[in-house]
């Protein structure tokens, strides 16, 4: 029984990777296309020409004002998330619900009315182009954010925090060296959901930067909006992939290295804690 078991959970895996890459084969191979005739299966003539037009002088720029759009709103919406989700889960704040339903209202309203209502509060606080496209994105990544780290709390056992304040760690040393070693790699899931928010982001950047702010979705826009641009359009789009596959990668890693730890550490009896690099640091 549990071999068969192991055998569909491959099987299972090798159709769950087909499925999700079997729509990028299309785009591989338009963008290694120099020369591909409507009439050839395959392209005539291969090269590098249309991922290097990517870095050109306009592409290069947009590609780094992504990045720095992602990290932006990923930085301010990931620890803003864990706040308001620690107060959520620990009951810390009156009518919960009408706090979780204001939270969330970004995610159930349609997402250009909720741009052009904000767009005329950053206008009339003259709110510089970057720092108003990411905070109205950060609004949008924060019930992301919050949901995410709320299902983090509903595990997290408040226990260790007091068992390490009786054996004398201080509140930073709770924070930094309980609190969050056990909530890393919900963070880690939180802070990929919130830069997803800001690199793949359109209607926000495109209204409030007046066109004048120009990231990677916009030209991957611009560029499908004419004919004949297939090749640097699957360029442009397997360039948007590379740091968001790299970071689900990178997550998953760090995932699988803590997650049995912090189960090891959980199973330990209580008095264990106190041979702890927590207590020895702070007692």
Not at 104 to 113: E, G, K, R, T
Not at 138 to 151: D, E, H, N, S
Not at 213 to 233: D, F, K, Q, R, W
């Amino acid at each position: 029984m549990t071999r068969t078991r192991r055998v569909l959970g491959v099987v299972l895996m090798i159709v769950l990777v087909a499925w999700f890459l079997t729509p990028l084969l299309p785009l591989g191979l338009w963008a290694g296309a120099e020369t591909w005739s409507g009439t050839s299966p395959l392209p005539q003539r291969w090269g590098t020409g249309n991922i290097a037009s990517v870095f050109a002088p306009g592409g290069g720029a947009a590609v780094l004002r992504s990045l720095a759009l992602g990290t932006a709103v990923a930085a301010l919406a990931t620890p803003a998330g864990a706040v308001v989700a620690r107060v959520l889960a620990l009951r810390q704040v009156r009518r919960p619900r009408l706090v979780e339903g204001l939270l969330f209202a970004p995610v159930a309203l349609p997402v250009f009315a909720v741009v052009m209502g904000l767009n005329v509060v950053v206008l009339r606080l003259h709110v510089p182009g970057f720092l108003g496209i990411a905070l109205v994105l950060v609004v949008a990544a924060l019930p992301y954010t919050t949901f995410l780290m709320r299902a983090a709390y509903a595990s997290y056992d408040v226990a260790f925090e007091e068992e390490a304040r009786t054996l004398g760690a201080s509140s930073g040393a709770v924070r930094w060296r309980v609190r969050l070693p056990l909530l890393l790699p919900a963070l880690a899931g939180a802070a990929f959901l919130a830069f997803l928010v800001g690199w793949s982001d359109y209607i926000v950047t495109l209204l409030l930067g007046g066109g004048r702010y120009v990231t990677l979705p916009i030209l991957v826009a611009s560029a499908a909006s004419g004919t004949g641009n297939e090749p640097t359009v699957a360029a442009l789009s397997l360039v948007a992939l590379a740091p968001p596959a790299l970071m689900l990668v990178t997550a998953g890693l760090l995932r699988r290295r803590l997650i049995p730890r912090r189960s090891r550490s959980a199973r330990r009896p209580g008095p264990a804690l106190s041979s702890s690099p927590v207590v020895e640091g702070t007692a």
